[in-house]
C-alpha cells in the first residue's frame, strides 16, 4: 500500500513539472515590455507600422511590427503618440511582431 501511494505521488509530480516545463518552453518565443515609444513608422499601404519601444526595465530599444488593423487606426489618429507609455507583448520571430500593442494606462 505505502509503495502504490508513493508511486502515485511520484506520477503526479512528474506530470506537473512535465507541464510546467512544457509551458516555460512555449512561451519562450513571447516577450513583454513596458515603456514609452521614441518613433513611429507607418507603411505607405498602412497596412503595418513600426514601431520603436524603450525597454522600461534594460533601457534597450526595441522595433516592433505592428499588423492589427485597430492599433494601426490608434496610430494613425495620433491616440497612440511618441513618448506615450505603451504595454506591449509580441512575438520574438526575428521581425517582434505584436500581439498586443496598447497604452499603460488603458486606451
Do not use: H, W
Amino acid at each position: 500500500m505505502q509503495s502504490k501511494l508513493s508511486a502515485i505521488i511520484f506520477s503526479a509530480v512528474l506530470a506537473v513539472s512535465t507541464l510546467a516545463f512544457a509551458g516555460n518552453a512555449a512561451a519562450q518565443g513571447e516577450a513583454r515590455l513596458l515603456g514609452p515609444v521614441s518613433a513611429i513608422t507607418i507603411a505607405p499601404d498602412g497596412k503595418s507600422a513600426t514601431a520603436v519601444v524603450t525597454d522600461g526595465k534594460t533601457k534597450e530599444a526595441v522595433t516592433i511590427l505592428i499588423t492589427d488593423d485597430l492599433t494601426i487606426d490608434k496610430l494613425k489618429t495620433k491616440v497612440i503618440n511618441n513618448g506615450d507609455e505603451i504595454r506591449a507583448r509580441y512575438m520574438k520571430d526575428g521581425k517582434n511582431t505584436s500581439k498586443s500593442f496598447k497604452k499603460a494606462a488603458g486606451c
